[in-house]
């Protein structure tokens, strides 16, 4: 029989052309009518109904706004619908994220609240078995990696390349294994590209927003079309079955927030269901029931033939010749940015609640409401830029909001922490220092910092390693004295705000410049507080001695002992010189011209929110650069002005071996009537043979070649968009002796074009729609002008090497520091003397007995279950980065944690919604004819590579031979592998 699998859902998005709570809710009608309340009332009362009906529910967001406002009974109905089977959770993060800028942490985390919340209600029969990402504009690898990490047996997704889909369809190749890491094992998942997106077959749709024929099957009727419908959906079924290999075939039976009506649908299902079956009798061969995509995949992997292979990714995604999805890699570029501070400050809450002494009522609360904004960011219309401009502002508020409420949890624990002597102030009040966070230092404003004589800097370290900082704030005086917790004065340095940055409109502020001075030795997983001081009143003198105009000198340099770049007599940067080596580093602006078009064909597609399409013109923004030089002992920096509405600065601190690009750029000149996509452009001597290097979702680098794709032989109508690939964190090229790595503060568009280069979308601004759904033009404003834009890019640049630190060794560090980085909180101490402050409080603190080794992130420490902590632990480099930090790692977790009572370590699969023993994956045969994983050509018979490369042990590793153990057997000791995360839950010993 041909076995056709109906799976009856709705796709529901967190977000897009209303907002989430008028989508829950089912308002604002004229953009669109959807309300998921209605959806899941509805769905629930068709499947109680009728137990043969069954129904996969996907996004946890909108399920739990639900079911917590049922009755009881109602609550405990739905619980026993989902121990039977017929209500399914498939994906069940908390949204369906966006695969091209979401970063693997964040995807992580969302999961894992998602899937927290399932287990927790419904226990393991709410575990979802199937990755179910039907609706993001291209797939990641690693995306397809941490599914597997966390114990899925397959992904579906609706969304390839049409060339892609055309010669899978073809060949039988829509469903494959997919090996999703170079560097880990039991990487393989079973992947299927659906056939029709996820709409349901043409004349199939039942729902109440659809147009399609009702059955009508009274044998009186003379509307009967039984036989009609019938006829159309044999014929429709037996084509889709030749496109894949087994004997079963997936239908998906709806929608965007199809099943309002939940019984309209079904009725008719119940129908299809019933005549085409009755064909049977007459020799038909189609067997039509109610599935899932879980008991799809079980069928497939009961059959038992074997699959393809793939080793690459599905991007970039194209819908047709023209239509490249590579504009939302760049676009809000604002939002994209604020999506990672809100993870940035999620880890340090996480972690800060997790080491409170005291624990109050209100920590979780608020930790929750920020787990649950930033799983809402994720979502592949919240954190891609492909909403509605109010859906988008309300996501900004959802963050914003979420980020202040985890602020009271901060402030709460930190003051804890620096009253650790209880009895000694019995007698007496606290001073609750404030820990207020500055949140328009991109606009180098901070009240605090402005307005008061006296105030702290409080630095919360987030990573296991001891670090430092270049400290940024905004001031308003003259002079500062900057002392650390043992009256040791710590040099600052004053730096004038840019101009342009000064000039902004919407700018309120005193400061003309910022204290910079560099914190030292600072705690992991801790803090550490300075103390500042303004000694007098005036600025100017200070500003004049520190920041100049160039000299009459052809050239301008900056730099330290390790580095320095030049500046050419146009103001353009033009080399770097390391270890008294010059080579060519060349670094400008330019911006493509948006194709404008009626959207009716193909080639009158414009440039939108979604797609990047230029129109073949390329623009240079200016041909000389005005220059500012500032030198002093922690940073020296050259402040560039190329345009009216482009800056930036160029910035060298003492004891850094990288550059930082300081970019600002808006608004973005409109009144030509064309829209314009800025690209930052780097240009080296590198012959780099079209190859270039793009992150997957801030991990594993996957290798890019122009105008190629792995599968299949690419027909490229679009040159550039059509070779613009996601950059989450990080874009490389090289050759046998030169290396350059540009590292972003957000999710970017980035390519190499011509050899030697690479290029970064920063900002677009557009006057047409794309016509793929949102109708709106991505012309952001703010305060009535077009949107401004400033971030920064860090460039590691330098000779090949193999030897300890590489290159890439130190660009898996400093992507480390980058991401997360030192919080600054702040307190005004103006009624406190420096000594009091000194004597009365903790100002120097850590959770950790020792610093992890540096190839090892603590990814997660945050709180769990009743006494318990999640942590995680990531090796942060693969296989062969670095000949030393590339190796295995050992360390023991009491060694590190030696404050904590540890009764019990369980660890679990990457979701912790498992334990590790309990989980067991469905395998799938690869095809011996198809079976090469990128260059390592694997034994067909005996699936393992054909040989094994020898690994030298180092103190902070152990022979590949003697990790097979993973934990010791006291079950303290943990090894990792590289690009290994592994997940415990610490039980800690119960204190009453």
Not at 506 to 529: D, H, I, M, Q
Not at 570 to 581: A, E, K, R, Y
Not at 926 to 953: C, E, W
């Amino acid at each position: 029989m041909l076995n056709v699998h109906l799976v009856p859902h709705t796709h529901d998005d967190v977000g897009w052309l209303k907002t989430v709570d008028q989508y829950y809710y089912g308002s604002k009608t004229t953009i669109q009518k959807a309300g998921v309340q209605y959806i899941l009332d509805s769905v629930v009362q068709s499947l109680l109904n009728d137990p043969a009906r069954k129904f996969i529910y996907v996004e946890s967001a909108f399920f739990f706004k639900w079911f917590n406002e049922q009755t009881v009974e109602l609550q405990q109905q739905v619980r026993k619908l989902v121990d039977e089977g017929r209500l399914e959770f498939i994906g069940g993060a908390w949204s369906m994220n966006d695969e091209a800028a979401a970063h693997y942490h964040s995807v992580i985390d969302q999961f894992t609240w998602g899937l927290r919340k399932l287990n927790d209600t419904f226990g393991e029969c709410g575990r979802p078995r199937v990755g179910w990402q039907i609706d993001p504009f291209g797939h990641s690898r690693e995306q397809g990696s941490l599914f597997a990490q966390m114990g899925y047996d397959g992904l579906f997704f609706g969304r390839l390349d049409y060339q892609d889909k055309r010669e899978r369809m073809t060949h039988k190749r829509a469903e494959m294994i997919w090996k999703t890491s170079a560097n880990l094992e039991d990487s393989e998942l079973f992947t299927g590209a659906l056939y029709n997106l996820y709409q349901a077959p043409p004349g199939f749709c039942f729902d109440i927003l659809c147009s399609d024929e009702p059955f009508m099957d009274s044998p009186y009727s003379a509307e009967n079309n039984v036989k009609t419908k019938v006829d159309k959906f044999l014929y429709y079924v037996n084509l889709q079955a030749e496109s894949y290999r087994s004997n079963n075939i997936q239908l998906t039976m709806g929608g965007d927030f199809t099943y309002m009506d939940a019984n309209v649908y079904f009725k008719n299902l119940d129908k299809l269901i019933k005549y085409t079956n009755a064909r049977q009798s007459n020799g038909s061969n189609v067997n039509v029931f109610y599935s899932t995509p879980s008991c799809y995949l079980k069928a497939l992997h009961d059959v038992g033939i074997t699959w393809p292979t793939k080793s690459d990714d599905f991007f970039p995604y194209a819908s047709d010749p023209h239509s490249y999805w590579t504009g939302y890699y760049t676009s809000r570029p604002t939002s994209k940015r604020f999506e990672r501070v809100g993870n940035h400050f999620l880890q340090v809450c996480k972690q800060l609640t997790a080491l409170a002494p005291i624990k109050e009522s209100h920590m979780e609360p608020h930790l929750s409401v920020l787990r649950e904004a930033m799983g809402v960011m994720q979502h592949h219309d919240a954190i891609t830029g492909t909403e509605k401009q109010h859906v988008a502002n309300d996501y900004a508020r959802m963050l914003f909001r979420a980020v202040k409420a985890c602020g009271a949890n901060t402030q709460v624990v930190l003051n804890q922490l620096l009253h650790p002597d209880e009895g000694s102030v019995a007698d007496r009040p606290k001073y609750t220092f404030a820990f207020e966070s500055c949140h328009l230092l991109n606009v180098s404003k901070c009240e605090l910092t402005e307005l008061k004589d006296s105030f702290t800097v409080t630095l919360y370290n987030p990573l296991a390693h001891a670090g430092h900082e270049y400290v940024r704030v905004p001031v308003s005086g003259g002079r500062y004295i900057v002392r650390d917790y043992r009256n040791v004065e710590v040099s600052a340095q004053l730096v004038p705000i840019p101009e342009s940055v000064l000039n902004l409109a919407y700018r309120f502020s005193n400061a003309t410049a910022e204290l910079v001075f560099l914190a030292n030795e600072l705690p992991p997983l801790g803090f550490k507080s300075y103390f500042v001081t303004r000694a007098i009143d005036s600025l100017d003198d200070f500003l004049h001695e520190m920041s100049t105009p160039p000299a009459a000198s052809p050239e301008v340099t900056i730099g330290n002992r390790y580095l320095n770049v030049s500046f050419d007599s146009n103001g353009f940067l033009s080399t770097i010189t390391i270890d008294g080596v010059t080579n060519r580093l060349r670094q400008t602006f330019v911006y493509y011209e948006g194709a404008l078009g009626n959207n009716e064909e193909f080639r009158n597609r414009s440039s939108g929110a979604y797609i990047f399409r230029p129109n073949g013109t390329e623009r240079t923004v200016t041909e000389t650069v005005q220059l500012k030089v500032v030198k002093g002992p922690t940073v020296q920096e050259v402040h560039q002005v190329f345009n009216e509405w482009i800056s930036q600065v160029v910035r060298i601190y003492a004891d850094e071996n990288h550059i930082e690009f300081e970019w600002m750029v808006g608004p973005i000149p409109v009144e030509d009537g064309i829209g314009k996509e800025i690209v930052s452009r780097f240009y080296t001597a590198a012959q780099s043979n079209g190859v270039f290097w793009t992150d997957a979702n801030g991990r594993e680098m996957i290798k890019r070649v122009r105008n190629h794709r792995d599968t299949w032989a690419v027909d490229l109508m679009e040159k550039i968009s059509g070779n613009y690939y996601p950059v989450t964190t990080k874009i490389a090229l090289e050759d046998g002796g030169l290396r350059l790595a540009v590292l972003t503060d957000r999710a970017q568009g980035g390519s190499s074009l011509e050899d030697g280069s690479v290029e970064l979308m920063v900002h677009r601004r557009l006057l047409h729609d794309d016509a793929f759904g949102v109708e709106e033009a991505l012309n952001e404003q703010a305060f009535g002008r077009g949107l401004v834009a400033r971030g920064k890019h860090w460039v590691v640049f330098g000779a090949k090497q193999q030897t300890s630190p590489t290159p890439e060794a130190r660009e898996r560090f400093l992507q480390n520091r980058m991401l997360l980085p030192n919080w600054l909180f702040l307190s005004d101490v103006s009624e406190f003397k420096y000594e009091d402050w000194t004597k009365e409080y903790t100002n120097i603190y850590s959770a950790l007995s020792l610093s992890l080794p540096l190839n090892v992130h603590l990814l997660t420490f945050e709180p769990w279950q009743e006494n318990s902590i999640l942590v995680r632990f990531e090796h942060l480099l693969e296989k062969d980065e670095d000949p030393l930090y590339s190796k295995p790692v050992r360390f023991n977790v009491q060694d590190v944690f030696r404050q904590f009572s540890i009764d019990e370590i369980r660890e679990t699969t990457l979701a912790a919604n498992q334990l590790k023993e309990d989980s067991s994956r469905l395998k799938f045969k690869p095809d011996p004819d198809y079976i090469m994983y990128g260059s390592v050509r694997r034994d067909a018979a005996a699936g393992t590579p054909s040989a094994s490369p020898k690994v030298q042990t180092n103190r902070f590793s152990a022979p590949l031979e003697d990790i097979a153990r993973n934990v010791a057997d006291d079950g303290f000791e943990i090894v990792l592998k590289p690009m290994e995360i592994r997940t415990f839950i610490f039980q800690l010993e119960y204190k009453p």
